[in-house]
């Protein structure tokens, strides 16, 4: 089970962009890593295109390995370790910390 999917909230731990916090829009299951919303952003030069028409500089979210990142857990108000728990047969991540359920 990942321990980590989109739509999570999580927080940097390691690198440039340390502390900061974010979405997951993206997960690659198969490196390991994840984009992560507002992190790890990198400049990118593009063409004039119906999606960028004025072309030039455009800032992307390059990839960042989830080992450098935490699951954020509102009750504790940041970044925790999460296990897993069985309920009912079904697998749920917990807070290692108080035991809060993630979605
Ligand atoms: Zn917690």
Known sequence: ????????????????DKGKRGEILKCFPQVDKAIVKGVNLVRKAVKKSKEHPNGGLIEIEKPIHISNLMLFCPKCGK????GISLEKDKKVRICKKCGNKFE
């Open 79 to 82: 970044g925790t370790r999460v």
């Open 1 to 16: 089970m990942q321990k980590i999917k989109k739509g999570d909230n999580v927080v940097v731990i390691a690198g440039k």
